[in-house]
């Protein structure tokens, strides 16, 4: 069986590395003793792929893991429920089809900034303007319209809140956001809050996709 589950990150464990996030779970999930499938070989490892990786600071609602099992898991929410720890949280699971991979419901992220007003501004920039992705080769340069898509900046109360999304291929740290929207004199990152409230697949969010698949198979009827 397959399972598609979704985490939830923030506090003081959001500046978790991903590897440590990816730990932590697998423990989480060995303490609900779930059936999970190991590989093959000398080091066998359970069978776990997660969603893109992040930067560390950025609290999460998208932590997506897909985990292959033996058979059904009965209860599987309320095992996992017990065993989250701290601000590490289960949100939610679904039985997927045995053909199906993390990438079929999700290549990119929703994310939102919560920006001080007195260090930044709300006008949105120029989609021609350029901003850096790093990669194992070097810099690559993507144009704002690329990298940050489906772009809107409301304010509420003290803060600009910036919503957009990012798909895998032109993710780029939100930094470079604030590099283009920070005042001449503001200090940067001050006040600064980074979240990502979903996944996505193409313009549909990641839950959306998932909660349509429903049926007597899908884990919350349990």
Known sequence: MKYVLRFCKGGLLRFLSNQETATAIERMLRRARLSMKFSEGFHPHPKISYSSAVATSVASAAVYALVETEEKEQQLLSRLKKQGVQTLQLLDAWMVEDSNSISDFIDGYEFHLFLPKTNYHA????????????????????????????????????????????????????QEWLRIMILADGPEECGVYAFIKDGVLGNTTTSFILNRLGGKENVRSQ
Do not use: W
């Open 123 to 174: 006008n949105l920039p120029d989609g021609g303007l350029m901003v850096r992705k790093r990669t194992k080769k070097g810099e690559r340069l993507l144009s704002v319209s690329e990298a940050f898509q489906n772009v809107s900046i409301a304010a509420l109360n003290k803060y600009y809140v910036v919503k957009y999304m990012q798909h895998f291929d032109c993710l780029v740290p939100y």
